[in-house]
């Protein structure tokens, strides 16, 4: 009984050293939900969903509020623009997608990769994206002047984006973008840097306000003309997004009536201090494939 009880002594304490080291540590986690979807309003956000799903956008705006009820502020106007679009994750963190726009005939084939992913214990205290397309201008021959060529029709667009979820009702993101189109209008530069901020304020598990600003910079030393002429303006946009588990819905006001962000960086001559304003709203659809 003594030879019993003295092996039991020695094997017990060694079984929970052994149990002990053999235990995983806890895992740092990625925080929940930071946005809703990979798109909020005009902006790319840095979420990119598990590998394997789809993601369905319907984005649409329709024309200016500045005739007020006329036209029910902007419902029944012209100028509305509309975009579809797929995306896919075939592996964790990349994303791939395709949209077709409206205004130009816009197809953009693009990628969005996450380098870095906020953790719940801030072991990592921001999540970091890179977003990138190339947009096809699909418009008659004639819309590039006299000397066409196909690279003509090509424009590209590159952003950093850099976000935190502070808090269960607040997230917030800064980016940073460069946009170039290999052709434009007369005195319109060919290259543009622009920043940007956006965020959510949750006002409950289903719905949130969300906003944004893009302000494209005026940076002399990239220009190719003495003077800025005819610069393009601020984007501002405001609203209100509801979600499920499997559907985002955002409707809001924005200053754009472009979806594709190198558009409204380089041509977007909307004011907003001027009322230039227009309703949208987009709609994304997941599935898991």
Do not use: C
């Not at 304020?201 to 600003?213: A, G, M």
């Not at 409204?264 to 709609?283: E, P, V």
């Amino acid at each position: 009984m003594k030879r019993a009880f003295l092996i039991w002594s020695i094997l017990l304490p060694i079984s929970f050293m052994i149990y002990g080291q053999d235990e995983e540590q806890p895992k740092d986690l990625p925080v929940r939900s930071p946005f809703a979807s990979g798109i909020l309003i005009d902006n790319q956000t840095t979420v990119i969903s598990t590998p394997g799903t789809m993601e369905y956008f319907i984005q649409h705006k329709f024309g200016k509020m500045n005739n007020g009820i006329s036209d029910v502020f902007g419902i029944y106007a012209p100028g509305a623009n509309i975009r579809m679009a797929l995306t896919y994750v075939p592996v964790k963190n990349l994303q791939v997608g395709y949209g077709l726009s409206r205004i130009n005939m816009y197809s953009d084939f693009s990628v969005k990769y996450t380098l870095l992913e906020q953790t719940r214990k801030n072991t990592i205290p921001v999540a970091v994206a890179l977003y990138g397309n190339m947009a096809i201008d699909s418009r008659e021959d004639e819309a590039f002047g006299k000397n066409y060529q196909f690279t003509n029709r090509l424009s590209y667009f590159s952003q950093i984006i850099i976000g935190r979820k502070f808090n269960y009702w607040l997230s917030l993101q800064a980016n940073a973008s460069f946009t170039h189109y290999n052709i434009t209008e007369d005195l319109i530069d060919h290259d543009k840097i622009s920043v940007g901020l956006n965020g959510r304020v949750n006002l409950s598990p289903r719905s949130s306000i969300i906003f944004q600003y893009d302000m494209p910079l005026k940076i002399k030393q990239i220009t190719e003309y003495r003077e800025f002429t005819n610069p393009a303006k601020p984007n501002i946009g405001l609203g209100w997004e509801i979600r499920t588990s499997t559907h985002a819905f955002n409707i809001y006001m924005s200053s754009t009536d472009a979806m594709l962000p190198q558009h409204t960086a380089m041509f977007n001559q909307n004011d907003f201090t001027n009322g230039d304003l227009m309703f949208g709203f987009t709609i994304t659809r997941l599935w898991s494939l």
